[in-house]
């Protein structure tokens, strides 16, 4: 049966949920059409769900509402909370960060242990380590790492029930969809060599961009008698209306001059469609990103407030670097790789709280942490690559573009995609 055609006009109360789990969606009383859709499949069944829906549509929300129903049935079986574990896998780690420092806050009094693992862990002894732990956040390439070494990590292996995947169009990715593909296959076959009867392991996978959703769900599917729910909502569906603009300009030049000469167009796009809000604008590279700051310091002139100024002042302490620093004096702030994880953190913290305008970043921003803006601009369409230019797939311009548009403060939100005229 084909879940995305359901219909559900009426959206579904946060207050029919029991009560001692109505904290964790206390920003809202209702969920919305795509979490609205999904619940029955995600509360009344044991099926794995694929959800496909815009970024900035409460797509964790799917994942928080699996964890629950995860844990309503641990309790109605009887079954010891200790032996039985969730994994989310998530492609970035910044992603991963953000997961943990919410679900911490969110579930622990629930009973579910969380720990982060990524590549920035020095941990020694990983079986004894996650055995401790029920909710473990990590990345495909460490759950990787780890699941294969079967014997060391069966038992633990065993416990998963619950397989959160978030981004799931990463498996289109040439090299680290091979990746999350092994994972995911490795987790499937685990329930017909476990010699554990009562064994089942769930899917949920979610992403922004995927567009053959049906194949995914097929993938997830452990029993072809019990296929996979999937829902997908449409544009009209989202929940901030999204204003999209294509600007065509000519490249008289070489890529790198193109890509120069965009930067000195951005000051009156800023203006006219911005209305004083929040504004991300996406670059191609790291030089690109340091080079937009350096002009648009000079060019745009933000009014902060004293109230603004003092937070500036106030988490400008914990990082070094005094180019950052002054960046913040003019309300505008970058976000590269090249930065440490503290001042990445720090630039995140001023926007989201609205003491930083303008946010400078490279694409990788716009599948990281969720800092969504009233208006995003994607500054070229190609970035640099293994030493000549590619244009951004479907998936990347569709990611970054969803970052316009925040939920609880915009009805409306635009995007603006700067190409060349002839591609």
Not at 3 to 10: H, I, P, R, Y
Not at 171 to 186: C, K, P, W
Request: contains cysteine; aromatic residues 10%.
């Amino acid at each position: 049966m084909n879940s995305s055609t359901s219909s559900n006009n009426q959206l579904y109360s946060v207050n029919k949920l029991p009560e001692k789990y109505r904290h964790i969606f206390s920003n809202y009383t209702y969920f919305n059409k795509i979490q609205t859709k999904a619940i029955n499949a995600i509360f009344n069944t044991d099926k794995s769900v694929v959800v496909s829906s815009p970024t900035g549509s409460g797509k964790t929300v799917i994942f928080e509402l699996a964890i629950i129903h995860f844990l309503e049935t641990i309790g109605k079986l009887s079954n010891n909370l200790q032996n039985s574990k969730i994994i989310y896998v998530a492609p970035i780690k910044a992603l991963c960060s953000e997961r943990y420092e919410d679900w911490k806050n969110k579930f622990t009094i629930h009973g579910l242990k969380c720990i982060e693992i990524t590549g920035d862990n020095e941990v020694t002894d990983y079986v004894s380590l996650i055995s401790s732990y029920q909710l473990i956040i990590t990345t495909p390439e460490k759950w990787d790492s780890l699941t294969k070494k079967y014997k060391e990590f069966k038992y633990q292996i065993y416990m998963v029930k619950l397989f959160l995947i978030d981004e799931v169009h990463l498996i289109n990715d040439g090299i680290r969809g091979a990746i999350l593909e092994t994972v995911v296959s490795r987790m499937k076959i685990i329930p017909k060599i476990s010699k554990v009867n009562d064994f089942t392991l769930r899917f949920v996978a979610v992403s922004a961009t995927v567009t053959n959703i049906e194949d995914i769900a097929k993938w997830l599917t452990n029993d072809q008698n019990c296929p996979a729910h999937y829902f997908k909502s449409t544009e009209d569906e989202r929940p901030v209306k999204l204003q999209k603009i294509v600007l065509g300009y000519n490249c008289k030049t070489n890529n790198f001059k193109f890509d120069f000469d965009l930067t000195y167009k951005l000051k009156p796009l800023i203006r006219q469609y911005s209305n004083g809000r929040p504004t991300l604008i996406f670059c191609s590279t790291r030089k690109s990103v340091e080079f937009t700051c350096s002009i648009l310091v000079k060019e745009v002139t933000i009014s902060l407030s004293v109230d603004k100024q003092s937070y500036i002042n106030e988490l400008s302490k914990e990082i070094n670097n005094n180019k950052i620093k002054e960046m913040f004096k003019f309300g505008i702030g970058c976000h590269h790789s090249g930065m440490s994880i503290q001042e990445r953190s720090v630039v995140e913290r001023l926007f989201h709280i609205g003491c930083l305008n303008i946010l400078i970043a490279t694409s990788t921003l716009a599948m990281a942490v969720n800092l969504p803006a009233y208006l995003v601009i994607i500054k070229s369409t190609e970035y640099y690559s293994f030493n000549c230019y590619k244009e951004y797939n479907e998936c990347q311009v569709l990611q970054m573009v969803g970052r316009a548009g925040r939920p609880q403060l915009d009805s409306s939100a635009t995007a603006i995609i700067m190409t060349k005229i002839s591609m």
